[in-house]
Every structure is written in structure tokens, then in C-alpha cells.
């Protein structure tokens, strides 16, 4: 692009914001100029439309375009203006999802097209090129979700059904607005323009003109274009379920490895790391990386190897079948493999209080480690449970922190937690426990400040300082559908390596000549990765290892070696 080419248009464009409005290099612009092709642009022209799926990556040569929001209905907002130099589109362009608003020219002018399969390609292979679009992409996803953009859910508060639509969206970190039917004023007319009742609701609204009543994760999924599970998903060498870090992981090593690799996951992408709002002590990330960019660029780095991914795709059953497995979805479809690794994760339980999501990752943690204590050193904080967990990590933090609230939810500390911890606990100088009390709301801005607790006998509430609030009130392993198919520990988490060799079945194994290897579960070719493994370490680096792991030791597994754990020899 010549520098006649790149002048200013006569249209004020929006500035950047947070790197995502980035303008192209000439040198960039010449090289995207083999992939694509020039094209002159119209006054009113729309380029691309909210709800449709993108088609072409578009850079702009000269003139302008607005990208607006809801373009021709009552919510119509301008979201940006761009000039020569920069280029459309959003993270849905490089996901296959539909776009979530509309490109119209409000200048006469001249675009680049490539094609998006095409520049799915250029991003995987040139790093500066990629890390350019992918930054913007991301902060472009961001502003729209901060702008209420996309979709509206329109429910009540109450309803189960309105939770999981919310979470859905949330999980997958897709622009949507909540709309409260029992409080916000907006609701009334929304029923009244889409004679909608109340009993139908939750209800999805999209492009301010279809609307989906009570719709499931796959309704609304294939809604916005994410790749959902096809009827049969046919064979693959490697089936991944579960897209945390460890499946994810998995799938980046096997689709690099050149084995052809699926991964599924019910509700999301990211598992718990994806909810995170700062991974600070992620490895290559100094300054840190928010959960969603770390899962985003995973995605993208297992799409460029030629994985699949299906979201939402819930599996409730796994057979062994000549010498595979027959992995059965909850619709009634099925895929055969020719290994499985379980990454599924665990379900940490999560306080209802409201504010408490902007906070996870900053002060709200589910684990204390070295790492959580020293961010919050000559601090109080508080840690909520009243079981051994919640001991153990009120004794730790109180070797770190200037006090400790324990809030116990019960009546009496020895009802769920060790009596030799108790004794530590109630002798401890800088603990303070405090029994039938409950969390009912977060103060602080950036931060963690203060909360708000209430006594559940006599209904009084107080404020206690505490810079960070650490929650231990239980986490379950999603592994209900693989009681009676391979050994799970008391908890339900599933046992590997050695401790699944001790309740293997040993005429599955005598035909092999070993045992289960380090990863490997009481079913040969079956291994888990991450917190749903009995014994893991619950850090998003240890998942990446184990899924990476997983993936070595398939290989070992199909090459019939097996010498990393052998089981012993006569």
C-alpha cells in the first residue's frame, strides 16, 4: 500500500483502544495482497452483517466504515469508525462463529478480501501478523461484551434455566446482554414486541428479530455458529474430553503429533482457567495473561494443527470395542477412538454473592499456594468452608497474613473437619473463627476491601477487612458417568498410574505385558489429565503438562512400548 493509498479519510475514526483498533504496515499489507484482492467499496455498502458468518477478511486501502450495532432497530449504536489502514472483523472471523455486528462504508474507497480460510492460515503462520489480529480480535471481543452487544437472554433471576443460558454465554465469552425479567424495565416491552409470555421465558433474542425460546447450549451454539457435535463424529485416533488446559493441551500435542484429534467439552472452552480474570504465575507470562486471551490463543494454536473441537458436546458413556472405545454423546450420537483422554475438570463450588466473578483470580481463590499467600502478606483475609481444606488453608495463610476469618457456615468446627486440625485451628493466635456465619457481599473496587457477613442465627450482619477471600466449600470431579466403567477414588476422582494398577482388573492387562502407565487409568488406552486425575496438582501449569503427557504416552500405548511404567515382570 503506497502512501497516497494510506491518507486520512475526511471520517473522524474511533481511536485506539487497548490495542484493538491496530492499523497494518505497508510491508503487511503487500504480503495479505498474494492471498486476496482489491476491491473498490460504495457509499452504504454493508461488507459484512450482524448474524451472518464471515466470509473475508477485509483491510481497508482508502475511505471508511462504521461498525455498528443492532443497525436498523431500536438499540442501533455505533461501535467504531476505521480508516485506511486498519481492518475489520472480530475473534468470531478466526472461529467460525457468526459476526456479532455489522460492517457498513461510510466512505467510498477500496478494500483488501482474502478469503477467511485463507487468513485462518496467515494468522498460524506468521507469528507478528497473527499476534497483531489475534490482540486486536480479542480486545474487539471484550468491547463488545462490555457493550452489551450480541444476543439478549431474557429471563428471571430465579430460574435455573436463565442461570445456564447466562453461564453458557459467559463460558464461552460471547457478547450478550441479560435482561431481567424481574427487574429491569426493558422486559415488559421485549414480551410485549415478541408476544412472548412469561411462562416461555427464558427466551434468546438475536439480531432483534428471532427469537428461541428456552433454547439448550446446542440450540443456542449452532445459533451463533460454534461448532457443535455433528450426528456421527465418525473415528479418531485421539478423542479429548474436556477443553480446560489439560484437554486442551492434549489436543495441540496430538494434532501436532499428526493424529487425528477431537476434543469436546459440554458447556465451554477454558474449563476454570478460562473464568480466571489474571493467571499471574502462568510460565512466559511476566506481567500475566488473563484466562480468556491464554485459552483463546490455545484454541487457535490446536485449530492451526488440525484439531476439532465440538462445544457443546456432553459425553455419558465409554465403551471398550475391539480394541477401541466407543465414546456415546448425551443426543444419542457416538464416535469410536482409538484413545481417550479424560480432561474434564472439576466443578469448584462457588459462593453465591453477587460481584463475586469480577473478582476471581484478583482476591477470590479457590486454592492456597505460596503464591496466593504472598499477595496478601500483612493482610487479613478471610477463608470461607469448614472442612479440612479450610483448615489447612487458614493454618497456612496465617503463617503469611497479619489474620486470618475462618467462616463456618455450621454450628460446630468438629463436624466436618479433623479433630488434630481443630485443635490447630482454635489454639492458632491470628486465626479467629467464626461459626454460623455467611458471606453476603464483596466491597472494593479493583480489589477485594471488605466483606459483609451475616450471623444465620441471629440475622446480624458486620464488615470485616480482608483483602482477599479464599473459598474451600467443595469441588466435584465430573466423572458420575464413569462409576462402574474404570476406578475412581472415594471422591470420585480418577485413579491412574500405579494407584489404578492396584485396582486394575489383571486378566484387561495380561494380554498387554504391562501395567497402567503413569497417566493411564484401570482401561488401557484411557488416560486423565488435570483435576479430574486422583492426586493432581491443581494449577493450569501442571494441566498443560499432563495433557501434553497424556499425549506421549498414547503414542507409547499404540506402539505397544509402554517403558516409562511397567508393571512387574516374572
Known sequence: ?????????????????????????????????????????????????????????????????????????????????????????????????????????????????VPVERQRALVGRDPVLGDLILRAYLGRRYLLIGLGAGFRILGSCYSPDTLRLREFAARNRLPHRWVDLEKDKEADALLRRFSIRPDETPVVIWKGERVLRNPSNAELARLIGLPAPSPEAGRCDVMVIGAGPAGLAAAVYGASDGLTTVTVDAVATGGQAGTSSRIENYLGFPSGISGGELIERAVLQAHKFGARLMVPAQVGGLTPQDDEYVVTFTDGSQARAGAVVLASGVWYRRLEVPGLERLEGVSVYYAATVHEASLCQADPVAVVGGGNSAGQAALFLANHASRVHLLVRGSDLNADMSRYLVDQVERHPKIEVLLHTEVQGLSGEEKLESLTVEDNASSERRELRAAALFVFIGARPRTEWLRGVLALDEKGFVLTGADAQAAADATRWASLGRGPLLLETTLPGVFAAGDVRSGSVKRVASATGEGAMAIRLVHEHRGKTGNLVRSAGP
Not at 3 to 20: C, F, L, M
Not at 58 to 79: K, N
Not at 83 to 109: C, I, N
Open 1 to 113: 500500500m503506497s502512501a497516497a493509498e494510506h491518507k486520512q479519510s475526511a471520517v473522524r475514526e474511533t481511536p485506539d483502544q487497548y490495542g484493538a483498533f491496530p492499523r497494518l504496515t505497508p510491508e503487511q499489507f503487500e504480503d495479505l495482497t498474494t492471498h486476496g484482492e482489491r476491491r473498490r467499496t460504495a457509499e452504504g455498502e454493508v461488507l459484512y452483517r450482524e448474524g451472518e458468518p464471515f466470509r473475508e477478511f477485509l483491510a481497508i486501502l482508502s475511505g471508511a466504515v462504521e461498525i455498528l450495532h443492532d443497525l436498523g432497530g431500536p438499540d442501533e449504536r455505533t461501535v467504531a469508525v476505521h480508516g485506511p489502514g486498519r481492518f475489520l472483523g472480530e475473534l468470531g472471523l478466526l472461529e467460525g462463529q457468526a459476526a456479532f455486528d455489522t460492517a457498513v462504508v461510510r466512505e467510498a474507497g477500496e478494500v483488501l478480501a
